[in-house]
């Protein structure tokens, strides 16, 4: 059995910020819950006493003794029906430090403990309240920064991916189902359902598998920022966008040559998606060792990004454009978008401006795209943010969509896509059942670690150590 199951104390943590605040929140859940609060707790009417009545807020104050700690709001949540599924109570109370850690530790001194990180929504894992998917959403959920990432994760709280991964793991039992009772009946020689059917069942299956662990790229992306790599010749005005974009002075800007001969990374919100840029060494042919490394990095940086950010100078040939346009899409893959931001369109006429235009450009790809800005006085740069959010491809996300954001779910479909392969491949080649049905169950097994099925403590732990105190 694993080990927190065997916990039954009560916990107690602040729910909120310990900082100076208004307000602040100390929750509590066990059995002892409210045993424990009617210790320290006065009703404002005392003749009624404690009555500790469910899903109704009681005012009062709470006492060490004869001395008054504070006057707060009680809110009492009988179990089945707590965020736990435990007898719930949450205390408000002013936000003073120090009222908070002498509420603490009269709750401590009554029979209570000190909450772990993420233990409280452990319980609600442990006690059938949310699965653990939808539990490491909750973390996602608060550690959201931006408007995707805000959607993505009540999306998975809400169950839309539990539920995509329980219609999986339906349609592999019933698989299963068919292939071990044709064990059970092998000496009769009786065939419930033909391989084909079989094998058509499996390439769904898989089909659908292979989409979740597809959508892990933008999934990771929105919970870790949309990375864009900014690249170009040296003195092309890469540090110079990036400060435009960022609206700080975050890279040094230089006329001499090969300046920036690190990364500089940095993240921006923009239009409601999480966006992390990074300004690379400029890319030429160069002697110096230091700069060589920095140009290395850079190539680096290009395969680590989602949309590659191609600055070009307006002042410069057709030819030599077309050709950087060439060099770039040796280095990307049909993944990857590219920008081409034709930039000092300050510095030309309105002519030369005309022929910065797609068509003028084979070397583009089909979901590439050509602008022309001035980073330093700022021109066509919403136009420019607009086209990154476009191609970002996250601008259409709601609630109900299935994409995946999590490493560890991605490991397990991996694993179970594999098995899933290895079971078509035994249909194919006829053979016998009792082989199948092994990799099956791996497959049946890698989707059910992902929401329910975990055999250790480690995996759990391992979750739950990344939740804050209180939650």
């Not at 699965?131 to 996602?140: I, M, P």
């Not at 793991?169 to 059917?197: G, I, K, T, W, Y």
């Not at 199948?436 to 929401?451: A, P």
Request: hydrophobic share 40%.
């Amino acid at each position: 059995m694993l080990e927190f199951l065997q916990n039954n104390d009560t916990i107690c943590a602040t729910a909120t910020a310990p900082t100076k605040a208004a307000l602040a929140v100390i929750r509590m859940s066990g059995t002892q819950s409210k045993r424990i609060v009617g210790k320290i707790f006065t009703p404002i009417r005392k003749s009624e006493g404690w009555t500790a009545e469910g899903y109704k807020l009681h005012y009062g104050s709470v006492y060490d003794g004869e001395r008054l700690i504070d006057d707060v709001l009680v809110s009492v949540f009988s179990a089945p029906h707590s965020y736990t599924g435990e007898d719930s109570v949450e205390i408000s109370c002013h936000g003073s430090p120090y009222i908070v850690q002498e509420i603490l530790r009269l709750l401590l001194s009554h029979g209570a403990r000190l909450a772990k990180a993420g233990e409280f929504t452990q319980r609600a894992y442990l006690n059938g309240k949310l699965d653990l998917s939808q539990a490491e959403a909750v973390a996602d959920l608060i550690a959201s920064s931006s408007r995707a990432a805000h959607r993505l994760a009540l999306s998975q709280m809400k169950g839309s991916y539990a539920q995509e991964l329980s219609d999986l793991r339906a349609q592999l039992l019933h698989f299963s189902a068919l292939m071990e009772l044709e064990l059970d009946f092998s000496e009769e020689d009786v065939e419930f359902v033909n391989r084909s059917e079989l094998q058509s069942l499996a390439h769904t299956i898989l089909a659908r598998i292979e989409h979740l662990s597809n959508s892990f790229s933008v999934g990771n992306a929105i919970k870790h920022g949309v990375p864009v790599c900014i690249i170009g010749e040296p003195n092309v005005g890469k540090s110079t966008l990036l400060n435009t974009i960022l609206k700080e002075e975050k890279a040094i800007v230089s006329d001499i040559a090969g300046t920036t001969r690190d990364v500089i990374e940095d993240t921006v919100i923009i239009q409601g998606v999480n966006f992390r840029f990074m300004d690379t060494a400029g890319i030429r042919s160069t002697t110096d060792h230091v700069e060589q490394l920095g140009i290395n990095k850079t190539f680096s940086k290009i395969e680590q990004a989602s949309i590659v950010l191609l600055l070009v100078n307006a002042g410069d040939t057709l030819p030599n454009i077309q050709q950087a346009i060439t060099d770039i899409h040796r280095r990307v893959t049909a993944q990857q978008h590219v920008i081409v931001a034709v930039n000092k369109i300050d510095s030309i006429s309105e002519k030369t401006r005309a022929q910065f235009t797609a068509d003028r450009f084979p070397q583009l790809g089909k979901t590439d795209a050509i602008l022309c800005i001035s980073a330093k006085n700022q021109e066509h740069i919403h136009e420019l943010t607009s086209l990154l959010v476009e191609k970002a491809q996250v601008g259409n996300l709601n609630e109900h969509d299935v994409i995946l954001s999590n490493a560890r779910h991605y490991e397990c479909l991996q694993r179970a896509a594999e098995s899933l392969r290895t079971v078509l491949s035994g249909l194919q080649q006829d053979i016998p059942n009792d082989l199948v049905c092994i990799d099956l169950r791996h497959t049946l097994q890698s989707i059910g670690e992902i929401t329910a099925s975990i055999s250790n403590d480690e995996t759990l732990g391992h979750i739950f150590k990344h939740f804050c105190i209180g939650k």
